[in-house]
């Protein structure tokens, strides 16, 4: 079986921190849903932006849906096809209504407004929050905007979904619904997190970030 | 978007919880600012002053139909007259003519009296208006509005990011505010609490940028490539029309009394 995503010898470092990844070696397959682990300023968040080109590596070679991706023109399909869920909604919600934001996405992919619409309408609806279309994003609660975050990012249909720290500041129930959401999703994750009881819920293999190399927990 | 920025302290609310609803916010909001902009050149181009005393009229009209909310009206008129008020203290004196009367020794003349009375009513007139018609609209429904008059996009974005991230900004201001209080801060007139607020607004323009930076990211992880697409439904009516005849007639109507002949 083909990795989905695969990280060769990637190494990046920070003008300040130093060497953060050291010649990483990472694979995600279908129906995986792996865990990232390690301490804080490991580079564990570094690693999921080399995976979607938002930094360039050092050196090393990422290898995504079938090709190797090394400028940006080859990152902008990885994008659309690995979704990724940052560490604050806040960052990620940037149109004033909720549906507007779901529809960012499928708009850029080229598909029209009616399409977009019914689109947005479709995953809001899959994740539970029907009636929140015409919610203003920044009036949300924390658990409500992880999940249109989440909504936002699978309106695009990614084969993969990396998230991080997906259930930072979130509350029991928030966390318990998150959980039974993601669990019913068939893509295949990495997740960034530092609650085993969230991870033990959810992965299927655990990696840790360690001193520069991602290895097997 | 019924409720945009309704909890929020400094950005700029919509008017949506203020005032109620009438029939000048039926129009469609591509009418209410091309109306605007009309009226606005209409009367600050009057060379006579009964044009803008009607234009001042006209706009008390529109304020009165748009039920606006009569203190927060007065609040921001009364802001903008405070400037008002030094031009026409000031204007008499520093405009040459015949003069009305002396102060030191100075000639107050009547032209910069009337002249000072112009800016006064051309002033009024059009934040009146613009109150009325512009105000009443939410800020995003503004920014969507200029983005289908076609204003260059990056001006729309800039609008529309500004509305949607001044509270947020605002928020992490209160956030650092707040945890000086927490560690005994009060604000003297000492050097501590110049250096101190100094930091407060640096720490507050690097997280701006450290943040539009992940927002950017964010957008490009989502297919972002410069442009932004407005999902609103603006619907052109009849009434639309008849509202940008009624200011062509207005404007015929000023051109032919002479307004604009000196």
């Known amino acids: 079986m083909t990795a989905l995503i695969t990280a060769e010898q990637l190494s990046y470092s920070y003008p300040v921190r130093g060497l953060v990844l050291d010649q990483v070696n990472m694979s995600l397959y279908a129906n995986e849903r792996v865990s990232l682990e390690g301490s804080n300023g490991a580079g564990k968040t570094t690693f999921l932006n080399l995976l979607v080109g938002l930094n360039k590596p050092k050196s090393g070679r990422v290898i995504a849906f079938g090709r190797e991706r090394s400028v940006e023109a080859d990152f902008v399909e990885v994008r659309a096809n690995a979704g990724f869920l940052f560490q604050d909604p806040d960052d ?126 | 978007m019924p409720q945009f920025l309704e909890h929020s302290m400094t950005a700029w609310r919509g008017q949506q919880v203020e005032h109620q609803q009438s029939w000048v916010d039926r129009f469609d909001p591509r009418a209410k600012v091309l109306a605007m902009a009309m009226f606005a050149l209409i009367v600050v181009f009057s060379k006579i002053l009964w044009l803008p005393l009607m234009g001042l009229v006209i706009a008390f009209c529109f304020a009165l139909s748009a039920s606006l909310n009569l203190r927060r009206t007065l609040r921001r008129m009364i802001a903008m007259d405070m400037f008002v008020v030094v031009m026409v203290v000031m204007l008499p004196f520093t405009t040459p003519g015949t003069a009305m009367f002396h102060i030191w020794g100075l ?91 100094g930091y407060l607004v640096g720490m507050l323009l690097v997280r701006s940028l450290e943040r539009s930076e992940r927002i950017y990211a964010a957008m490009k992880c989502r297919g972002y490539c410069g442009k932004l697409y407005l999902l609103d439904s603006m619907q052109w009516q009849m009434r639309d029309t008849l509202l940008l005849i009624a200011m062509a007639v207005f404007a015929v109507f000023a051109i032919i009394s002479g307004a604009y002949i000196a």
């Not at chain 1, 029907?130 to 203003?136: A, K, L, S, Y």
């Not at chain 1, 699978?154 to 991080?164: E, F, I, T, Y």
């Not at chain 2, 018609?133 to 001006?155: D, F, W």
């Open chain 1, 92 to 217: 990620q919600l940037f149109c004033p209504t909720v549906l507007e934001d779901v529809a960012f996405g499928p708009l850029n992919q080229g598909k029209s407004m009616d399409e977009s619409k019914q689109i947005a309408t479709e995953v809001l609806e899959c994740l539970g929050m029907v009636g929140f279309e015409e919610r203003v994003t920044h009036q949300l609660s924390g658990g409500e905007k992880r999940l249109i975050t989440l909504a936002a990012v699978l309106a695009m249909r990614p084969q993969v979904l990396l998230l991080d720290e997906p259930s930072n500041a979130l509350d029991k129930a928030a966390r318990l619904r998150l959980i039974d959401v993601l669990n019913n999703l068939p893509q295949a994750m990495i997740i960034i997190s530092h609650e085993p009881s969230f991870l033990d819920a959810l992965v299927t293999r655990r990696t840790r970030l360690e001193r520069g190399k991602i290895i097997d927990a």
């Open chain 2, 107 to 197: 000639p107050a003349t009547y032209e910069g009296f009337e002249y000072a009375i112009s800016i006064a009513l051309k002033a009024n007139a059009v934040v009146l208006a613009l109150l009325a018609l512009v105000g009443t609209l939410e800020a995003s429904t503004l920014g969507h509005t200029l983005g289908r008059l076609r204003v260059p996009e990056k001006l729309v974005h800039l609008l529309l990011f500004t509305v949607r991230y001044l509270d947020v900004i605002s928020r992490e201001y209160r956030r650092m505010r707040k945890a000086m209080k927490a560690r005994a801060f009060v604000p003297r007139n000492t050097l501590h609490t110049w250096r101190s607020f």
